[in-house]
């Protein structure tokens, strides 16, 4: 039997994955390399299936547990975004400090 992974609550998962790629966020390569220091899942860019940003990012995301999810995403919190509205950057902030990992309240 494989071992599940314990990943962030799916709220999260879709605010990150909304904001970082689908509304302005990362272009596929730039997913690549922002999940290569993390996993290297995802392969080679361009991806032979040539899936859309945000099945890039879930993918990576997926690919990884809560205590590697949430320094990816606090890295892509760090960056500069000028197209993306400061409250839904807030609350992405807000949601991952809300529960640290393995401390997560059972949905």
């Given at each position: 039997?494989?071992?599940?992974?314990?990943?962030?609550?799916?709220?999260?998962?879709?605010?990150?994955?909304?904001?970082?790629?689908?509304?302005?966020?990362?272009?596929?390569?730039?997913?690549?390399?922002?999940?290569?220091?993390?996993?290297?899942?995802?392969?080679?860019?361009?991806?032979?299936?040539?899936?859309?940003?945000?099945?890039?990012?879930?993918?990576?995301?997926?690919?990884?547990?809560?205590?590697?999810q949430?320094?990816?995403?606090a890295?892509?919190?760090?960056?500069?975004?000028?197209?993306?509205?400061?409250?839904?950057?807030?609350?992405?902030?807000?949601?991952?400090?809300?529960?640290?990992?393995?401390?997560?309240?059972?949905?």
């Amino acid at each position: 039997m494989p071992l599940e992974l314990q990943s962030l609550p799916m709220s999260v998962v879709e605010l990150a994955t909304d904001l970082f790629a689908r509304q302005y966020g990362l272009s596929g390569a730039e997913i690549h390399r922002v999940f290569a220091s993390y996993t290297d899942v995802l392969g080679t860019y361009p991806m032979a299936d040539k899936p859309s940003r945000w099945m890039i990012f879930r993918r990576g995301l997926d690919a990884l547990d809560e205590d590697n999810q949430c320094p990816l995403l606090a890295d892509l919190l760090d960056r500069e975004w000028p197209n993306l509205e400061s409250s839904d950057l807030d609350r992405l902030r807000q949601q991952l400090t809300a529960d640290p990992p393995g401390q997560r309240r059972e949905q």
